[in-house]
């Protein structure tokens, strides 16, 4: 059996000796071993163990312990019954002065120790001594010390235990606190994998056309994502280069950091420099405390540079040494901030001829150009487009909480296969949600609710053709007609040609003024 040498030292001295080691740490299990070694100079002691008492549940949850060999965090719930809980709550120490001490002779006949101990795995030949902590209301839990054998401890014991109290109600709030914060920390980091789970499923996983027209785009980005080269994605605005950057970054071995997208065409140009690379406290007038850019946000993922052709040329130069050296220092900063990251820059401007024009720096140029991905616009891939209506309308139904999801008629889907979408696929995509709100509950989406052309001096001046969906919609039959020598039925007739059943094309030839007399003229014409 160890034996304790008994010192003398005064109780004032022990409580500020314990509140130096016991609120030395963070981690409340080293606090716990640095108090029993100062403990084990003057009293009998084996064991120690931090208590919290969860009043909700009527538990006891004990958080860590500590032995001769150092401390070890816990997490074991021992749920109490009722008339050992009222014992708990009631408890005021039966003596005011001894600060709310308590010392359990043998740990055998005490209901509550023998709980404890067998969970715990404790022998029940002990004896102890403990102190419940509380918050001036109520009791926080308890920190007990545990010798072998019966009867170890004396009032002097008492005298010098009850001086952790006070100290020790301070580390039981402080890890309950630390241990909410890490809670928290761990639910931000499960929310931050289901966001990234959810990105990677709506933008990573599926990209609509990559089996068709950006068969060869989705391609070349699967085959730059494994690396850690520059990307570069150019293509008109609206055509999905935001899609393609977020599925390089997805499929690639940073999937799992961040992913920063920055608008270089939305920030102020006296903002620039400190939006992507931060900026220290008083670096400027309202500077009054230090920043993180979004490049030191990116650490350890990926940037996406959208419309990196917008960068004015000092937040160029700063972007060539990322490039370069992957290092950048802070507005007002000397501190060098290396940087472990992916960059993928967009643009919808012809960047060759900026440089030939000066306005964007060539040497910045040739490093985002590394491996180019161009992404044809949707003119250039009509059969991708029934695929994008068929998604648009499943995401923007959900969206708008419709009941359920309408199909479009093959009238629908020629009209849209044979407009030209100078907006590309965002331009598809706010068709198709304005389509969804005009029809309502309808099953079908038909030409009435779909409504294509531009807005603006260009439509009116394009040659005087009418915007009118119904005059499209009427040309178009009306020259399928001709192709079909005015014929409505059989396997070469209109019907057949639009993919519409005879009786449903008489009907809206009849609703948009085709008469049969006209459509033969039309064909005779042709």
Known sequence: MWHYRAMSLDAPALALEATQRICRHLDVERSLADCLALLRAHMPGRTMYLDHYDHAQGAVHTLATATAEGGRRLDRVVPMPPALRAQI????????????????????????????????????????????????????????????????????????FAQLRRPFAIALSNALRHREVLALKERLADDKRFLQHEILRLTGEEIVGEEFGLAQAVGMARRVAVHDSPVLLLGETGTGKDVLAHHVHAVSPRRDGPLIKV????????????ELFGHEKGAFTGALAQRRGRFERANGGTIFLDEVGELPPPAQVRLLRVLQQKEIERVGGTTTIALDLRVIAATHRDLERMVDAGAFRRDL?????????????????????????????????????????????????????????????????????????????????????????????????????????????????????????????GPDGAAALLQLNPSTLRHRMDRLGIAYGRSRQAADAG
Not at 151 to 156: E, I, K, L, Q
Not at 263 to 274: F, H, K, R, T, Y
Not at 432 to 452: C, F, K, N, P, S
């Open 89 to 160: 709550e009631d408890f005021r120490g039966s003596d005011p002065a001894s600060g709310a001490v308590f010392v359990v002779p043998r740990v055998v006949d005490d209901p509550i120790c023998v709980r404890m101990f067998d969970a715990l795995g404790e022998p029940l030949e002990s004896s102890l001594i403990g102190v419940y902590p509380d918050d001036g209301a109520r009791v926080l839990g308890a920190v007990v010390l545990i010798a072998d054998g019966f009867d170890r401890f004396t009032a002097n014991h008492e005298a010098l």
């Open 263 to 274: 608008n270089c065409g939305a920030i102020p140009e006296s903002l620039v420099d400190s």
């Open 365 to 489: 140029w040739f490093r985002l150009a590394v491996f180019p991905i161009t992404i044809p616009p949707l003119r250039e891939r009509p059969g991708d487009i029934p695929a994008l209506v068929a998604h648009f309308l499943r995401t923007k139904s959900n969206e708008l909480r419709l009941q359920r999801t309408p199909k479009p008629t093959p009238a629908v889907l020629h009209a849209l296969m044979a407009y030209d979408w100078p907006g590309n696929v965002r331009e598809l995509q706010n068709v198709i949600e304005r389509a969804l709100v005009l029809a309502g509950d309808d099953d079908q989406l038909d030409t009435d609710v779909v409504v294509l052309g531009r807005r603006g001096p260009e439509a009116d001046r394009d040659a005087g053709a009418s915007l009118a969906l119904d005059d499209a919609v009427r040309a178009h039959i009306e020259r399928v007609l001709a192709m079909a020598d005015g014929k409505v039925h």
